[in-house]
Structure formats: structure tokens, C-alpha cells
């Protein structure tokens, strides 16, 4: 799928109701991390969607670029940028082959991005990532977790998998339960998830 359209990654951004995760604010756990000042220099958000926790970080002074497969997302999140008089490029560009975004940058974050992918992309997606990020930047990593009970929703990621995928090239420095807000689609509007931090070496 690399390299191509993304028909139904843009679907899902389609009008009627939003995609459970596009929740119209950014998430809980990021504003925590832009509060702590983490969110901070070149900020990569991989898979920005509609661009909240971009957003977010611009809004506290980060050089922020938001790239997403999705052109309809990307539009939103550029319209939502002017409206709110914020400052942030948004691309549509691949988050498993950023390379041509010829970026470098400070900090890097996803917010339910990691999960979406198989196995194969999975180690494309993390040396994408450890491509654009310079030595010793962050990454702050938000996924579904296995805690989460059921099966609706993307695939569930365990802590062990999180530090396998990081294990070369990388310091996992922490990895917390956390949660994810979704739009309400039934009584549970929170779901369970990680959120780790990793370092590059
Ligand atoms: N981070 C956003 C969106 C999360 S949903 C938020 O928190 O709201 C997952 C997002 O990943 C979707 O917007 C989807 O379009 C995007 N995506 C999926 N595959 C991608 C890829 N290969 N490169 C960039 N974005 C991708």
C-alpha cells in the first residue's frame, strides 16, 4: 500500500459522523505531555487525522508538521489551523516512507497510529520513524492496549510488543496505561491504551 492512495483511511473522514477516535480536541494524554513541556522544537505528528494534538503543540510554541494518508483529514486540519490563527504545516504524506518530507525533528508523536499497522509495516513504520527523528529526540506513542476487554476497535497491542519494535536503536523509557477518548457509540467513551515514551540513541 505504500506509495498509493489510501481510499479507505479517507473514507472514514467522510461527512456524517466522525471516526470514533476524531474527537474534535486533542487528547487527554498529550495535553499532559504538552503541560510537561514535552511537545516541544520540530515536532512530528505521524498520522495526525484532523490535527488536535498537532494543534495543540503549535499552540504551545512547537514547529509542528502533520502528516497523514488521508486528504480530507488534512484539509480539515489545515482549515482548522487558519481558524484558530495557529501556525503548523499539514502534508499528505505516508508515515512509512517520510523521507520525502526531508525532515528532521525534535519530538515525534502518534496517537493511534502504531496499531493500525500489520507486522511487516510495523518495523517499516518504526525505522521511518527513527529516520526522521534526530539522535537522542522522543517519541510519544499512544496505542490500543490489550487491557482493553472485547474486540471492537483496532488491533490491541501488548507493552512487550511496544518494547520489541523499539528494541534496536532506541530507548523505551516508559510505557503507562492510559486511556483514549472516543466519541460516545455506546456507555464506554474511554478505551484502554499505552502510552509510551521512547528515546532515540
Ligand atoms: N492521530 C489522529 C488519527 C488517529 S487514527 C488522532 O489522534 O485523531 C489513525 C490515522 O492514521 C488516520 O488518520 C489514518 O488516515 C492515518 N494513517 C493510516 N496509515 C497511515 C500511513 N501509512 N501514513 C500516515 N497516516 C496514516
Redo the contacts with the bound molecule.
Sequence with gaps: ??GQA?PE??A??AAGTP?P???GRP?PAFVRLADEGRLTGRLL??????G??ALLAASRGADVTG????PT?IARARAKASERGLTARFEV?????PGRLSLTADTVI????FH??GDD?RAR?VASLAAVLRPAGACYLMCFSDRQPGTWGPRRVRADELRAAFSDGWAVESITADT?EINPMDAATRVQAWLAAIRRN
Aim: proline share 0%; aromatic share 16%.
Design positions: 500500500m505504500t489510501h483511511w479517507d472514514s473522514y471516526a477516535w476524531d474527537i487528547q505528528d505521524a498520522g495526525c487525522g484532523t488536535e494534538n502528516i497523514d494518508v488521508a483529514a504524506a505516508d508515515a512509512l516512507d502518534d496517537s493511534g497510529v493500525v499497522f509495516d513504520y483514549f
